[in-house]
């Protein structure tokens, strides 16, 4: 591809599919991380065939600590979400 002259800038030739991309980044983190944040703290979370299948599966599905660092790792996940969206007026 030659080279633009007096310094002019040219956008990438898709530019539109980087930020379509992105966009579909953003809501995919962000829903995984909401559903990360909420769901393990619902009843639901505790009927389910892979939480029955053994009582130490069972107690480590059940525990507190187990549900805060899938809840925290939600709040990772909606944080990349939001640092997405401010590099995506970056992007040509």
Request: proline share 8%; net charge positive; glycine share 8%.
């Given at each position: 591809m030659p080279e633009p002259r007096n310094g002019a800038q040219t956008t990438a030739?898709?530019?539109w599919?980087?930020?379509i991309r992105a966009i579909l980044?953003?809501?995919l983190c962000f829903?995984?991380?909401l559903f990360l944040l909420?769901?393990?703290w619902l009843q639901a979370w505790d009927i389910n065939?892979?939480?029955s299948y053994s009582p130490?599966?069972?107690s480590l599905w059940t525990s507190n600590y187990f549900r805060g660092a899938l809840s925290g790792l939600g709040l990772v996940n909606i944080y990349i979400s939001f640092l997405e969206v401010m590099n995506l007026?970056?992007?040509r």
């Open positions: 030739p898709f530019g599919l980087r930020k980044f953003i809501v829903e995984m991380g909420v769901f393990p065939w892979f939480a130490a599966i069972r007026r970056h992007i």
